[in-house]
């Protein structure tokens, strides 16, 4: 199914829709403020396996993220945010930026891997932001990435949803993405770490 949303007055129809499909196990693509993004509800495992199965990853190895709607969300699924890390994520979110922090135990434990971290994203998209508000809790996130050696991610929602419509449930149409991946941060340490540089810019 390819969906269009609205990117500026996501319809309310068309976001329970999409959340409808997220609660009984769906897998979707759909806009983020960088790439467009493939992924299911956190807590949903079979969701979760088929996503690592279209990625073509091990899950226990895998990399992935979590979008939350907003930083009030932040505290189910990180633990230990000190003030300094709080202070630059509300500077920066919503925005191009993935943040590494401690996993807290809400995480489930699939995602969990040895460093016990989880990546967190609260991407400037009114889109993905009102799906998940409404379904109550994170979406799993990773990159659609294009299949030509030049250009690394597909910005097209269409060509996207050619590709990838007899393996997901839903394409959403946000309009066209980004080339550029999310700035990530890895805020583990004693002071933040820039892991890889993308659209995101950081001064710290």
Do not use: W
Request: one cysteine or more.
């Amino acid at each position: 199914m390819l969906l269009k949303i609205h990117p500026e007055t996501p319809g309310q129809r068309q976001v329970q829709k999409v959340v409808e499909m997220l609660q009984h196990g769906g897998v979707i693509i759909f806009p983020t403020d960088t790439v467009y993004g493939l992924g299911c509800d956190v807590f949903n495992h079979k969701a979760t396996e088929r996503v690592a199965r279209l990625k073509g990853i091990n899950i226990e190895k895998a990399n992935f993220s979590f979008i939350c709607h907003s930083l009030s969300q932040l505290t189910d699924y990180a633990k230990h945010v000190n003030n300094q890390t709080f202070k630059l994520m509300k500077q920066h979110l919503p925005g191009p930026y993935t943040f590494i922090l401690e996993a807290s135990s809400n995480v489930p434990r699939i995602f969990r891997n040895r460093k016990k971290t989880i990546g967190i994203r609260i991407p400037d998209n009114r889109i993905i932001l009102e799906i998940v508000r409404e379904l109550g809790n994170a979406v799993l996130t990773t990159s659609i990435h294009n299949e030509d050696v030049v250009l690394d991610y597909m910005t097209d929602p269409e060509l996207i949803y050619e590709q990838y419509k007899n393996l997901v449930d839903a394409v959403i149409h946000g309009g066209y993405g980004n080339n550029i991946p999310s700035t990530v941060i890895d805020c583990t340490g004693q002071v933040p770490k820039v892991m890889r540089q993308g659209i995101g810019q950081v001064d710290f």
